[in-house]
């Protein structure tokens, strides 16, 4: 599978962006999609996770609220909607897929996009 994101930019505080991940290679539908962040210096941590067929989502506490994650399985895409942007949310953000079940440990997935850089100006 591979995953190919949009969408990052330059925001300020409050603003809002959509990310977007494109999938190709593999049975889009079948596989669990998730989002990830990495801030310089820190750890890849997670952000938020969709099921196969978008029924159940779970997102980190740092973005419950102010992002929504979303899939469209006939266009093999997965977005992430972020509102209410903060300084603290400056990241490059990554996007996974992993078969089957949700997960929010990167080490459980096993195929990652280049990533995109997300940038928010206090």
């Known amino acids: 599978v591979q995953l190919v994101e949009s969408g990052g930019g330059l925001v300020q505080a409050g603003g809002s962006l959509r990310l977007s991940c494109a999938a190709s290679?593999?049975?889009?539908?079948?596989?669990?999609m998730g989002w990830f962040r990495q801030a310089p210096g820190k750890e890849r941590e997670f952000v938020a996770v969709?099921?196969?067929?978008?029924?159940?989502?779970y997102y980190a506490d740092s973005v419950k609220g102010r992002f929504t994650i979303s899939r469209d399985n006939a266009r093999n895409t997965v977005s992430l909607q972020m509102t209410s942007l903060k300084p603290e949310d400056t990241a490059v953000y990554y996007c996974?897929?992993?078969?089957?079940?949700?997960?929010?440990?990167?080490?459980?997935?096993?195929?990652w996009g280049q990533g995109t850089q997300v940038t928010v100006s206090s």
């Open positions: 290679g593999g049975t889009f539908s079948s596989h669990a």
């Open positions: 969709i099921s196969r067929s978008g029924g159940a989502t």
């Open positions: 996974a897929a992993r078969p089957r079940i949700v997960a929010v440990r990167a080490d459980e997935y096993d195929y």
